[in-house]
């Protein structure tokens, strides 16, 4: 029976483990509760970090939605990294859900700052482009208006943006035309358009005109 098992094993399994180690894993993990586990999953979704396509050759293909490898690489070296769990929880007592769009020339920008904001127990229901992208300082327009005011300030706190708690006409008009062609709209808590200032990489891209936000009516 014994050799039945390890012969199935070997057409569907392929390791570098010898019998022994694997047997040494088992005794490591048989009482590691699953709540200590953490799971991930890069994948093509709305909000993932790669997008499908077809080669020349025509193969099926997953490749990095910012045509970098950059995102998964950040997602990667920070995956085992968790916010204090005080602050997780006082974002999920309010289920606090949010959008982020990059308001810079840099890519990926949103996606990590996304990635950071689910660390911390926000709800990221979208991510992509602002259609104005000369944004220096980074602003949270809160479209809770003041109903979840622990979870506003942690992400003010993490962010360093501005507060807004009205949106100008031409984002208004962004949005009204996008969620027009979604078939569930989900709208968000916050909507956090990052700004220059969110650039922790340095990049050296900068914008090609600055956005006040005094100024976006």
Known sequence: MITGIISELNEHISTNLKIWEILKLKDMLENVSKDDITTKVIDNSANGLLADTISDQGAYLLVPKSGDFSE???????????????????????????????????????????????RYGF???????????????????????????????????????????????????????????????????FLLIIGQDADSTESGTENKEDYDLDEEE
């Open 72 to 118: 998964v690489q950040y997602f990667v070296h920070n995956v085992f990294t968790e916010a204090p769990e005080e602050i997780k929880t006082e974002v999920n007592q309010e289920h606090a859900t949010v959008e982020v769009r990059n308001g810079t020339w840099i890519n990926g920008l949103a996606s990590e700052i996304a990635l950071d904001l689910e």
């Open 123 to 189: 709800t990221v229901v979208r991510i992509g482009n602002s259609s104005r992208q000369n944004f220096q300082k980074s602003v949270i327009y809160d479209l809770s208006y003041g109903e979840k005011d622990k979870s506003l300030e942690i992400l003010k706190e993490k962010t360093g943006a501005n507060i807004s708690f009205g949106l100008p006409d031409w984002l208004l008009d962004d949005l009204k035309n996008e969620l027009d062609n979604e078939i569930n709209p989900v709208q968000p808590d």
